[in-house]
């Protein structure tokens, strides 16, 4: 493989993870954030999640939940997502914060908002290398199912790129493609590093 991949989401750790897990699998290199000020997990109501730092292992969140109700957080697939979360990486990791890992040449988003505070944050760095990065936001639900769904999407549009000559070339016709045969409206940009 030769790009090197983000996947970005809001502060729940599914989306990003579940395609950082699929693409790491297949060999891509790969890494995964969120963008919220903290990693916030479903609670026993919605007034009620559970907030943790960036940076707190999943084990600890997994052991923590566990504690707390078993049965409501494996229900609802948080345990088993903080499980899979753990055999990925040591801990969730906060986009803006990323400058100690260098720079990516694809990020990829699975909410428009998400989408815009990537922008952003490229915008608001030093240019110092003026290497081109490409940020794609693929609408995903923030579900289970659809974040299995939302990472193969993100899987098979990476292979696309993969196979191009020059993404920076084709990339408009990658995406077209893409919509049209998955009928999902992606949005695009090139920012720089």
């Known amino acids: 493989?030769?790009?090197?991949?983000?996947?970005?989401?809001s502060s729940n750790q599914n989306r990003s993870?579940?395609?950082?897990?699929?693409?790491?699998r297949q060999g891509f290199e790969v890494c995964s954030y969120g963008t919220g000020s903290h990693v916030k997990l479903p609670g026993p109501s919605l007034r009620e999640p559970n907030i943790y730092d960036f940076g707190t292992p999943y084990k600890?969140?997994?052991?923590?939940?566990?504690?707390?109700?078993?049965?409501l957080y494996k229900r609802n697939g948080i345990l088993p997502m903080l499980?899979?979360?753990?055999?990925?990486?040591?801990?969730?990791?906060?986009?803006?914060?990323?400058?100690?890992d260098g720079f990516f040449d694809?990020?990829?988003?699975?909410?428009?908002?998400?989408?815009d505070m990537v922008i952003e944050?490229?915008?608001n760095r030093d240019h110092i290398l003026m290497k081109s990065v490409l940020i794609i936001n693929l609408e995903v639900k923030d579900n289970h199912e659809e974040a299995a769904v939302g990472a193969r999407l993100a899987l098979?549009?990476?292979?696309?790129?993969?196979?191009?000559?020059?993404?920076?070339?084709?990339?408009?016709?990658?995406?077209?493609?893409?919509?049209?045969?998955?009928?999902?409206?992606?949005?695009?940009?090139?920012?720089?590093y």
């Open 1 to 9: 493989m030769k790009f090197r991949y983000a996947m970005v989401c």
């Open 17 to 24: 993870m579940e395609a950082h897990s699929l693409l790491k």
């Open 60 to 71: 600890q969140m997994f052991d923590d939940l566990r504690r707390k109700d078993p049965e």
């Open 83 to 100: 499980k899979r979360n753990s055999g990925v990486k040591l801990a969730p990791q906060r986009w803006q914060d990323n400058a100690v």
């Open 106 to 115: 694809i990020v990829f988003t699975f909410e428009e908002k998400v989408f």
């Open 121 to 123: 944050d490229l915008h």
């Open 156 to 192: 098979d549009l990476c292979l696309e790129i993969e196979a191009a000559d020059s993404w920076e070339e084709s990339i408009d016709d990658i995406l077209t493609a893409f919509e049209k045969q998955n009928r999902r409206k992606l949005l695009y940009s090139i920012s720089f």
